[in-house]
Nanobody, 115 residues
């Protein structure tokens, strides 16, 4: 069992650079970790993914060059550094842990980009 708790969201001005954190309990190291987001009226979409040992990283085209995903396996935490935020980045951001056996989700953290 893995429990995921996201933090770091809130109201951010356009161009801002917040960092989201996802703290995991349980056996963290065996999971690929991802950040998804869901905006009102839209489907949940993958933002970024990092493999279990951080070797493989993937990003959605919409965030490439602006967002960076990383993980610290000693702290059981995955991060999403978001730079140059735009209003269209407004969404609930969810942390996901997945391996061949299990799939876990956090409760989400709201990020609102507005002046």
């Amino acid at each position: 069992q893995v429990e995921l708790v996201e933090s770091g969201g809130g109201l951010v001005q356009p161009g801002g650079a917040p960092r989201l954190s996802c703290a995991a309990s349980g056996f963290f190291r065996s999971y690929d970790m991802s950040w998804y987001r869901q905006a009102p009226g839209r489907e949940r979409e993958l933002v970024a993914r990092i493999s279990a040992f951080g070797v493989i990283v993937n990003y959605a085209d919409s965030v490439k060059g602006r967002f960076t995903i990383s993980r610290d396996n000693t702290r059981n935490t995955v991060y999403l550094q978001m730079n140059s935020l735009k209003p269209e980045d407004t969404a609930v951001y969810y942390c996901n842990a997945k391996n061949q056996y299990s799939d876990y989700w956090g409760q989400g953290t709201q990020v609102t980009v507005s002046s």
